[in-house]
C-alpha cells in the first residue's frame, strides 16, 4: 500500500504508520522496533497509540499536523 500511495499522491506528502491497541501488548503481533525501523526505513513518521487509554492519540495528530506544518514552510520558504 505504501508503494501505491506514493505512485498516487504528491510527492510531499506526509505518510504516519501508527501503531495501534498498544493496551493489548500481550498479544502484540509486530514488535515496536519491527515497526519502528520500517518506519525510519521509508521516511513514515511512527507512534504507537491505545484508544482505549488514551495513550498517544492527541500525540499522533500533533506529530502529523506538525510534519506538514514544517513541510508547507519548506516548500513555501525554500
Do not use: C
Request: aromatic residues 8%; proline residues 1%.
Amino acid at each position: 500500500w505504501l508503494s501505491e500511495l506514493r505512485e498516487n499522491a504528491a510527492s510531499n506528502i506526509v505518510v504516519m504508520l501508527v501503531g495501534n491497541k498498544t493496551d493489548l501488548d500481550h498479544i502484540r503481533a509486530v514488535p515496536t522496533q519491527t515497526a519502528r525501523s520500517f518506519a525510519e526505513a521509508d521516511k513514515l513518521f511512527f507512534i504507537e497509540t491505545s484508544a482505549l487509554n488514551a495513550t498517544n492519540v492527541e500525540q499522533a495528530f500533533e506529530q502529523l499536523v506538525t510534519g506538514i506544518h514544517k513541510r508547507y514552510i519548506y516548500r513555501v520558504l525554500g
